[in-house]
């Protein structure tokens, strides 16, 4: 077993690596990486989770830094790439403090203190500062332009996540699809249930086509499947499905092996007469469709024949559920005859040359097709499309926005002289039913977005460094310091200074600059402010937030190690349990 002791600067050396691949990535205006696996597969991407879980880490503190990531990505999806260039500023950040104030290796408990006393700087003073300063600035600033249109918040916020993971022209098909697949389906329906169910049964609602340009990619109308008819027969208007979930040949009877030895003489008879049964009891339910998880008898395939009977077999169970919860359904009894429900519409889809079954049911279910020309482009458009529903998902259970909903529905109860029932379910339901609209109405109005490009760590670090803070003043200026690192990378030197230098002004002015070409200029695709002809991409001043958090609770378990022991056997040994009577032996020698 070889011990390592881990410094300031090793930290410094593995963030530092991570950071050097993903820095030339960043922004739209970012270079893509290329990979090559052993089986000689190229896979070109800027997906910052996509190239972090590419890279072969052998160092256990790179696989720490990775597994902080992935977590952060798991809850917003978002700022994978911020996340390692915001900890490499940082750790250089108090590199340079322990040098002045000439802190050695040997004074590591300071360098863990000023970490936790970071942490605890940004669950205090960051969250007041966001609260009180920027979020009202952000919902002023989004009011006064023209992203309080409803049909172009959703764009400019799909849009500034996917044109940091795709190219240019891929981003844009890909934007279009997703924003029409969100109103599609949130239509008529409350919109933060619906972005509730989209994110949690995303994998469901979409399949995949490879060999296709990512504009092929388009919204269908229905519950797509990819099997495809074992037998078909088009159904006229509504129909009848059963969906059952085991095999109509086999008998609900729990036997041993040795009992079926016994009766194996008469086993094909009783299978015969229970099929039969089962088979006489679908056509009593008049049903014209069958829906099964399994492979069913050849038999039950010429029964559909003909009765004419539409036959879809090996279909996934989890997709059986979603479809059965989709639907009014009518649970039966009698084994393996399972749930009974009415599809509006049965069809057949041909995508990418295969032949695929697509089910209509009441609530107008729609699925996402998204095409890709290889693998490695279909997974990273797919990736990207996910993490879309899962931004949105997050936004809306930020708490602003549930602060603003629960005031505005108390405003209307207050107003209101009807007397609602309290155990009265429907009543419940309408007071909190919200479409899509308010929704983006009430994000714009409680500052949950600001422009891309670096607007929200600018106006973090001004606050920050000009603000009266009752905190940790070291914590302040170290962490103020490293959020410049996000627009110091997406600039120039010079655009860098133009952009802080209007921003800073329209602070001071306390009004929006509307139409200036200095504030938005055509050459470049980051503002500051909006332009009716030139609007800029969003995003949600909740996730960078929670970055800036993950990436302080990160900086605190990378300073509390101080040594990594290497071993090439597991730590944890199974030995065997001694017996009392090796105890006692154990004890006489």
Partial sequence: MQEECVSLQLSLNVVGVLECVVRRCLGPD?????????????????????????????????????????????????????????????????????????????????LQNLAHRLLAFSCQEVDDVITHKIIPYASLHCIRHSCKQNSSVLDLLVGGYVAGRLGIGQADILKRVLCEFYHKVTQGQDAVKTITFLHSHFSLLHTTV??????????????????????????????????????LGSPHIEASNNTFLCVQRDWLPCIDRVLEKRLVSILHLQV????????????????????????????????????CHMSTTETLPHLPLQ???????????????????????????????????????????????????????????TKPVNQYTDSETYAQRENTDVQEDPNDAVSGQSQTFLSSRD?????????????????????????????????????????AD??????RT????????????????????????????????????????????????????????????????????LLRIGAILHTRSPVFTNTPALSEDDDDDEGVQ
């Fill in 210 to 247: 490879s060999g296709l340009s990512v504009g092929c990619s388009e919204v269908i109308e229905g519950l797509v499947v990819t099997r495809d008819w074992s037998v078909w027969t088009e159904p006229k208007g509504s129909a009848k499905a059963l969906v059952i979930y085991e095999s």
């Fill in 490 to 557: 997406l600039y120039s030197r010079r655009r860098f200074m133009d952009v802080q230098t209007h921003l800073l002004s329209d602070l001071k002015q306390g009004t929006e600059v509307q139409g200036s070409v200095e504030v938005l200029d055509v050459r470049s695709k980051f503002g500051v402010g909006f332009s009716l002809t030139l609007p800029v991409n969003l995003e949600s001043v909740s996730s960078k937030q929670q970055l800036v958090v993950s990436v302080l609770q990160c900086l605190n378990r």
């Fill in 439 to 479: 929704l983006w109405d009430r994000v714009i109005r409680t500052g949950g977005v600001l422009p891309v490009g670096g607007t929200f760590e600018f106006l973090l670090h001004h606050f920050l460094s000009n603000g009266r803070t009752r905190g940790d003043s070291e914590s302040c200026r170290l962490l």
């Fill in 30 to 110: 970012g270079g893509s990486v290329l990979f090559t696996r052993d089986t000689g597969e190229i896979i070109i991407t800027r997906h910052g989770q996509r190239i972090l879980n590419m890279l072969h880490l052998e160092h256990p503190m790179a696989r720490m830094v990775l597994d902080c990531v992935g977590a952060h990505a798991g809850v917003t999806a978002d700022g994978t790439k911020s996340f390692i260039l915001l900890l490499a500023a940082l750790l250089r950040g108090i590199q340079d403090f322990a040098h002045i104030h000439r802190i050695g290796p040997s004074n590591a408990p300071y």
């Fill in 339 to 397: 749930h009974l429900l009415m599809l509006n519409s049965c069809s057949r889809v041909h995508l990418g040359g295969h032949r695929y079954a697509c089910l209509g049911t009441s609530l107008q279910t729609h699925t996402l097709v998204l095409c890709g020309p290889t693998p490695g482009i279909l997974d990273q458009v797919v990736c990207v499309s996910q993490g879309v529903f899962t931004l949105l998902q997050h936004l809306c259970q």
């Fill in 482 to 487: 490293a959020l410049l690192c996000v627009p």
């Fill in 288 to 323: 014209r469709v069958l829906l099964s998880s399994v492979k069913q008898p050849e038999v039950v395939m010429q029964w559909a024949r003909l009765n004419h009977v539409a036959l879809l077999e090996c279909v996934d169970s989890a997709r059986l559920d979603l479809l």
